[in-house]
């Protein structure tokens, strides 16, 4: 009877060790699989020709935190890195751009048709000299728009900040300034230009900058987003200009990187560390932008969109129409020399409106010049914008007769003969005659930045340029045009 028992009990304990090994076997699976999910966002940044006494992220005390290598992609611990999000984030690959007041309006409808997943907008930024905290003037409507068109927002700030202090009120400023829009994606710390001798921030060491930008970090996860640190690779690499070991380890890391051949082309980064982000071109062109653009690709994305943290709606936001040009102000009574389209905004382009016409003897108040040739002027208790060169201060100003001398082409605008090869600035319009209230002055053709036409004659009473362009004798604002 003993001896049943006996085996009774043998058979009882191999069931329970059986038992209990399958359930270690269970879980050093299902971590192996969770690790392996975890780390997928950071497969595509693997470089296959990795060395790992030059990736930063071997080194130290925490060698080995990370793997790279050809095979199996990099794993990461994500759960040391800092996130705030109420939505689910995934491994997905998504594509975005970063934008600020330089790239203009924005037309969000056309980037969401051309597949943009996110945006990075610049809310602000601290002067590099004196300091001073401002606000990028078309991030309200950028972090609107690109919502309302199913773009996904993540906003970055420019900072200068010299101590902690500093740093923390950058923070509290974004997240205040940011509280009514969705923001799903990042809240991005950038710092550049500290090299500079004329910067505030030259001198600092790398260990202070480091601290600088861990308060503004923590702050903003305190304040309920998720942190992420830009900056560009060689500043990155072997700690070269910040505690690189110590930001990446709490902190997702935005890259700038631009290879010789962007994205696809070139699949990844060749920065080795640890990166969620990665800017690979500031050349882009996206439907809906008429400037150059930085574009990016992030090795993560998200299931869905953030609520905003206030729950009081946004004021409406419209474009700044002045972000692109520095206007001097004045106060000063203008006419126009014959006639003068007043437009909402200053540009010629499909983008602008003719609000009215100005004619010789109507008067305006001029409250601003630009120096890229518009005037900001005052009527009947409306902003409009001019062309300079259309208006003039002398209320005495007799329109030319047409008296057929000149060049013999029977316009009233003359123009003394040259030869020089021109390009636009940024854009102009090529018309048919040199007149932008002339129903007969259509607009022909339409040259940008680098596209390069002969200038053959030149009005300076009028400011027009005659080109030759396509076999075609056109005409375009003289101030629009620079010589090559």
Known sequence: MNDKRRI????????????????????????????????????????????????????????????????????????????????????????????????????????????????????????????????????????????????????????????????????????????????????????????????????MSSEARTKVAEAFLQEIYNKGYTPMFYAAMNELSANSQWDTKTLESRYKIWVSQYPDTAYPETPQSSYEGTHAMWQYTNKGKVSGIDKPVDLNVAYFGFDETESAKNGDAADNATVDPEANMKFSDVNETVTAKESVNLRDIPSQGNDSTIKVTLNNGDTATRTGVSDSGWSRVEYNGQTYYAISNYLTTDMNYVVPGQDGSGSGDGLKTKFKDCNDTVTAKIEVNLRALPSVTNPDATVVATIKNGETVTRTGINEEFGWSRVEYNGQTLYCVTSYLSVQ
């Open 8 to 203: 009774i009990a043998i058979f009882i304990i191999v069931a329970i060790v059986a038992a209990l090994a399958a359930v270690a076997t269970f879980f050093v699976i299902k971590s192996a699989k969770n690790e392996a999910k975890g780390s997928s966002q950071m497969t595509e940044t693997a470089t296959e020709d990795s060395s790992d006494k030059e990736d930063p992220q071997h080194t130290g005390d925490n060698a080995g935190s990370m793997s790279v290598t050809s095979d199996d992609g990099a794993s990461a611990d994500e759960t040391q890195i800092l996130s705030a999000s109420s939505v689910a984030e995934n491994s997905n690959l998504t594509f975005g751009i970063d934008v600020s007041k330089y790239q203009g309006t924005i037309k969000w409808d056309k980037v969401a048709a051309g597949g943009i997943d996110f945006a990075m907008i610049r809310v602000g930024y601290r002067t590099q000299k004196t300091g001073e905290m401002c606000v990028d003037t078309n991030a309200r409507y950028n972090m609107q728009e690109a919502q309302k068109n199913g773009i996904k927002v993540g906003v970055y700030f420019f900072s200068s900040a010299v101590n902690e202090t500093e740093a923390i009120e950058e923070a509290d400023w974004v997240a205040d300034y940011i509280s009514k829009y969705q923001i799903t994606y990042p809240v991005a710390f950038d710092c550049e230009g500290f090299t500079d001798s004329a910067s505030r921030q030259y001198g």
